[in-house]
């Protein structure tokens, strides 16, 4: 038995402090401070790129989600729906743009105005629709970054599709030296390369820790401390020294065969965004029944590494456009993301497979029906598909959704006892 | 049963409205209109469309067999009865075309009591003709052969309304004439006797069949080569499309109806009847919304576009695949392939229009591994110099996927070939829409949606030939203005609202100046320049002469201001938005339009569809209300 670790919740500290900083600094920046911001989308974007030149990355899709977790989302929701905004719009849009015509205040902070309005285009049809319209509510400069789909049989991008992101990443330069009065320091560009290299490696590593019995955290509700440094922070020396002490931390839990819950009766695999308005709600229905996620796709929309993919200093812009084309959720295809499940099923040992629907989002939610089909009929995975939102709390039925997890573990109880039996 | 007189005047509105747009796509109030009447007054002589029907198609068999009894009475020469039964059927169908055309379409429509009681007088006229047929004593022919004997008969005298000319084709008399000769003795023999089978004939008509037969088939050829630009060897006849319509002499009236019968035609089976013509042949399905059809066409395979099952499919199992909030065309699109409607589709095409559009092609590649399916990345940094390199490798690998699917290579001529016949279909469709611009009047929304839709359904060829003897057809009409409100509608690029939508919104009183309906069929401003390098033609046309879209994302141009601009330069007083139902891009524009249309002052309204509703009582009072709104300002 292990001493008790003296990194013991210092990654939790650590991450709140961290989070605090960067969004103080965002404060500074829209209270008049000096400096400028970029806004981008998390999933497969050139965070590298864009710290190279200091903008500051500002995420409207971690404003959302923050403001959703704080319960203030709906406010902002109604706001632009006012404006014309439907109900069948993302509600990550519809909050954003709500607090972009509220003065830009949340409860964590104050967003600045962009200076530059980068749409890295991986996939997500809405990023494109998001950004157009911000790009017309405020004058800041907008390019569209066209990351070209993963849609040949090999899975792989096309050296045409290299080509293509590698020039416009090239143009993008040319325009935040434009907007910075900079010329880009490639020396600078090549150690932040290394540094999401070496954050891409911690993030792996941790993810592999999750294949042990009990897993040492939970791949799901757990992920999402981590995910927010890795998304806001990648790049950055600090990040790395977060993902280091974390990862010494949570191999001390490993090791010292600790989990996140007393007992672990249940290894899942999640897929799909949380509902952040009610992600305690939503983790207690899990945790009741002794269900820890051991993977999440979720933990993916930032960057795919667990496969073996690393940002290569020596190929700065390469790497930056090969993780923008292969190596994030959404810019490749829905039966990939079978595959990415169907791995994480096998090889983290994983009993069931959660499928959470979000109406917001169509891009991890359509056809998520056909998903389950696969996984229980090809597979024989046990499957549940549950149905809430990401982002707008009227869409979250506690009682039915309750119901539906209760008999879904309570059936796949039964089949345990009766397997083990046998 | 007798009518009175102004029953009569409703029926014969009826049997108009009916012939014209077919009982299901009628509506009850274009018929009180064509008749004079109110809608009250209609329905206190007719209950219902139903009724309509019925009394129109009892109406008819009743006078037929009156009329057949009292001329045959008196005739018992065997042959002579046979021409009196076909000149009787002739005299009453000539004269009352728009009858014979509802009773020979549409009493499948009717159901209960009312079928019952018109299949029992068609029945009787049926067995009166085998009477008939019987007296003739022609025992070589079994009971079976009799059967079939009289059903082609009728198969020959009730088909005359799709052809039938008086000027050319005589009077009733004359025409029953002749179709009792060739029923009684065959094309070859005649009545006295004598084959005419040989080029020796000594026939006394004027000009010979032979030589007949030579002069209409220079005329078609003419019309094919007039049309492809280069002698037509390769490709099946044109001037005529199967159905019997001959295009060169068809009222437009005529032409429209044969695009509808087109339009309801299901698009599983119109690529397996292509197949059964052209055998070893590929049909490639295109979802909305632009396909690079050229590159299809060049490879030899039909390019159709598979744009969901409309009104015509209940969602039984694409439901559990695709969740509610999910728009029906994907979800239809998926039944069709999932109830095996689209076997005969060997590959299909998407592109990336919205995020359930993009995993439905997934959900395609795994339900049906033996579909080639396709995906294109369409490239959405316009204006980029990086643009045209992607784009034209990007058309040259799915130019390899589409070789390996039909097995040749695809040369550049071929690919010229097919570009110049889609820039014809393209310019004609445009030349329509300048009409409905310029003259709203003479060419309805509906019409000119059926020429374009039938388009995605047939190979550009004959698409070509539909539409050039459309506009020739159209030339001569003219028509009064109505007192209506001139619109431009958007944001029903993908999901189609069904054509009684349209047709409602334009009587509710709105004319149509422009959509977007079907706009990745009408993708292109101008002719796509081939100069050598046809696919670069194609991929420069895509990034600088094409279409304004949503979902193309073109931050060259704010996003509302073409539609703005488009409200002014037409003249229109309103913008109308008809969105699709869960419609995620046609949502988000919403907002932006909104905007714009608020801040030029331009009004508009907002309506929502799906493509398989049936009720639509609700959107036409809507568009009613805004149009009283407007017209009373």
């Not at chain 2, 079907?518 to 292109?524: S, V």
Request: with cysteine; aromatic share 10%.
């Amino acid at each position: 038995m292990a001493e008790p670790t003296k990194y013991q919740e210092q990654m939790h500290l650590m991450q709140k402090e961290m989070m605090g900083r960067y969004f103080d600094e965002m404060t500074r920046m829209a209270e008049g401070g000096p400096g400028q911001s970029a806004y981008m989308l998390i999933s497969g974007n050139p965070v590298e790129l864009v710290r190279a030149f200091d903008f500051l990355p500002i995420y409207p899709e971690v404003n959302a989600l923050q403001i959703a977790a704080k319960k203030q989302a709906l406010p902002f929701i109604l706001k632009a729906e006012e404006m014309g905004y439907s109900i069948d719009n993302c509600a990550y849009v519809k909050a954003d743009i709500g607090c972009f015509f509220s003065g830009r205040e949340t409860p964590f902070g104050t967003i600045p105005l962009p200076s530059l309005i980068l749409c890295n285009y991986v996939g997500c049809n809405v990023y494109l629709q998001w950004f157009e319209h911000l790009a017309e509510y405020y004058p800041a400069p907008i390019f569209n970054l066209d990351v070209p789909f993963v849609r040949t049989e090999s899975g792989e991008p096309r050296p045409e599709d290299i080509t293509y992101v590698v020039r416009q990443l090239e143009d993008l330069i040319e325009l935040c030296e434009k907007i910075s009065g900079k010329t880009l320091d490639y020396k600078k560009l090549q150690k932040i390369v290394a540094l999401s290299g070496e954050t891409g490696e911690l993030w792996s590593k941790i993810k592999e820790l999750t294949q042990r019995t009990p897993s040492p955290f939970d791949a799901y509700f757990d992920s999402v401390t981590m995910m927010a440094p890795l998304y806001c922070l990648r790049g950055t020396e600090e990040c790395v020294k977060f993902f280091e002490v974390s990862y010494k931390e949570l191999l001390a839990k490993a090791e010292a065969k600790t989990g996140p819950l007393p007992e672990e009766r249940f290894r899942i695999v999640i897929e799909g965004p949380p509902p952040w308005p009610y992600l305690r709600t939503f983790r207690d229905m899990f945790s009741k029944w002794g269900a820890v996620a051991v993977a999440s796709t979720y933990s993916t929309v930032g960057g795919l590494w667990e496969f073996g993919f690393r940002h290569d200093p020596l190929r700065p812009l390469e790497s930056i456009a090969q993780h923008m084309l292969q190596w994030n959720v959404t810019n490749r295809n829905f039966l990939q993301r079978y595959e990415q499940l169907r791995r994480y099923v096998e090889e983290w040992s994983a009993d069931a497979l959660v499928i959470h629907s979000v109406k917001s989002c169509r891009l991890f939610s359509a056809g998520q029906g056909d998903m389950r089909e696969y996984f229980t009929k090809e597979l024989g995975v046990p499957t549940l598909l549950i149905e809430s939102d990401l982002e707008d709390p009227r869409y979250f039925s506690e009682a039915q959704l309750k119901n539906r997890i209760d008999a879904f573990f309570e059936s796949l109880e039964h089949k345990k006892l009766v397997a083990a039996k046998a | 049963m007798k009518h009175t007189k102004r029953e009569a005047e409703v029926l014969k509105a009826a049997a108009a409205v009916f012939a014209a747009r077919g009982f299901h796509q009628a509506s009850v109030r274009e018929i009180s209109n064509e008749a004079g009447i109110s809608l009250a007054g209609l329905y206190y002589y007719f209950p219902s469309k139903a009724d309509l029907l019925f009394r129109i198609a009892t109406s008819a068999f009743d006078v037929i067999l009156e009329k057949l009894e009292e001329t045959l009475a008196g005739v018992s020469d065997p042959e002579e009865r046979v021409r009196v039964f076909i000149q009787n059927h002739l005299e009453f169908f000539l004269n009352h075309m728009n009858e014979m055309k509802v009773v020979t379409r549409e009493p499948g429509f009717l159901d209960g009591e009312f079928r019952e009681i018109v299949a029992e007088k068609q029945r009787r006229y049926y067995v009166r003709s085998i009477e008939i047929l019987g007296g003739l004593n022609a025992t070589h022919w079994s009971a079976e052969g009799l059967r079939a004997s009289a059903l082609s008969l009728f198969g020959m005298i009730n088909w005359i309304f799709t052809w039938y000319r008086p000027e050319k084709d005589g009077d009733a008399k004359r025409m029953a004439d002749q179709m009792a000769d060739l029923f009684l003795y065959g094309f070859v023999q005649h009545k006295n006797g004598v084959r005419h089978g040989r080029p020796n004939s000594d026939e006394n008509a004027s000009v010979s069949t032979v030589q007949a037969a030579a002069v209409i088939q220079q005329n078609l050829l003419k019309e094919q080569e007039k049309i492809s630009g280069h002698p037509s060897c390769t490709r099946p006849r044109a001037g005529e499309i199967s159905g019997g319509t001959n295009m060169s002499t068809a009222s437009f009236e005529e032409l429209i109806e044969r695009a509808r019968q087109i339009v309801a035609t299901p698009v599983g089976e119109v690529a397996s009847e292509w197949k059964r013509s052209h055998p070893g042949g590929k049909v490639v399905g295109c979802f909305p919304v632009y396909s690079p059809v050229e590159l299809i066409h060049a490879s030899g395979a039909l390019p159709i576009g598979v744009i969901g099952g409309g009104n015509q499919i209940e969602i039984a199992h694409a439901d559990s695949r695709f969740q509610s909030f999910v728009c029906s065309i994907v979800k239809s699109t998926l039944e069709l392939g999932l109830t095996e409607k689209l076997k005969d589709v060997d590959g299909m095409f998407f592109q990336s229009i919205c995020d359930p559009a993009r995993n439905l092609a997934s959900v395609f590649k795994r339900n049906f591994p033996k579909m080639a399916i396709e995906y294109l990345h369409l490239p959405q940094n316009m204006g980029s110099p990086r643009v045209e390199e992607y784009l034209v490798a990007e058309y040259r690998r799915v130019l390899n996927g589409l070789q390996e699917l039909v097995g040749r290579t695809i040369t550049d001529q071929d690919l010229e070939r097919s570009i110049g016949l889609y820039n014809r279909s393209r310019a004609l469709v445009r030349s329509f829409y300048e009409v409905r611009r310029k003259s709203p009047e003479r060419l309805s929304t509906a019409e000119c949606y059926l020429l374009v839709r039938a388009g995605t359904l047939m190979p550009v060829e004959e698409h070509i030939a539909l539409l050039e003897a459309a506009r020739v057809a159209l030339d001569g009409r003219s028509v009064k203005p109505k007192d209506r409100i001139r619109v431009v509608l958007e944001c029903s690029f993908c999901e189609q609202p069904p054509l009684e939508l349209i047709e409602g919104l334009e009587e509710a009183g709105c004319y149509l100046l422009d959509d977007d309906f079907l706009l990745g069929w009408r993708w292109f401003l101008g002719d796509i320049v081939a100069d050598g390098d046809p696919v670069r033609g194609l991929a420069r046309g895509y990034l600088d002469g094409s279409v304004y879209s949503g979902v193309k994302h073109d931050l060259r141009t704010p996003k509302a201001k073409h539609l703005v601009d488009k409200v002014r330069e037409m003249k229109a007083d309103a913008v109308v938005i008809l969105a699709a139902k869960f419609c995620e891009p046609a949502l988000f524009d919403y907002a932006l339009y909104r905007k714009a249309l608020d801040e030029a002052s331009i009004p508009h309204l907002a309506l929502e569809f799906e493509e398989k509703m049936w009720v639509f009582d609700k959107a036409r009072s809507e568009v009613e209300t805004f149009v009283e709104s407007m017209l009373f300002e």
